[in-house]
């Protein structure tokens, strides 16, 4: 899960990005990065563009927004532990 907010969360914040750019800013290798889109776009949350004519960039669509938001929300809400200590 970690993998798809990341993902999310780079072009959600970056804009529409090349492959490399997102491996870059998401922290993971070329070939999890295209299972993680391919996933992404069969849920409609990633969708892939033309840029330029023959590049292709991918894009965070309007849901991805959306379920990023409620992420944010919820974990906020959530206790954080440090240093084995629970806090809220």
């Known amino acids: 899960m970690e993998m798809y907010i990341s993902t999310l969360q780079a072009l959600a914040y970056y804009g529409p990005l ?4 997102i491996t870059y800013k998401a922290k993971m290798n070329c070939g999890q ?3 993680i889109l391919n996933g992404l776009i069969q849920k409609k949350l990633v969708e892939e563009r033309v840029f ?3 590049k292709i960039v991918y894009a965070a669509t309007p849901k991805a927004r959306t379920i990023l938001s409620y992420f944010n929300e919820i974990k906020e809400m ?3 532990v440090e240093d ?3 806090t809220f």
């Open 33 to 35: 990065l295209k299972e």
């Open 52 to 54: 330029k004519k023959n």
């Open 18 to 21: 090349k492959l490399t750019k």
């Open 84 to 86: 084995g200590k629970l």
């Open 78 to 80: 959530l206790p954080v």
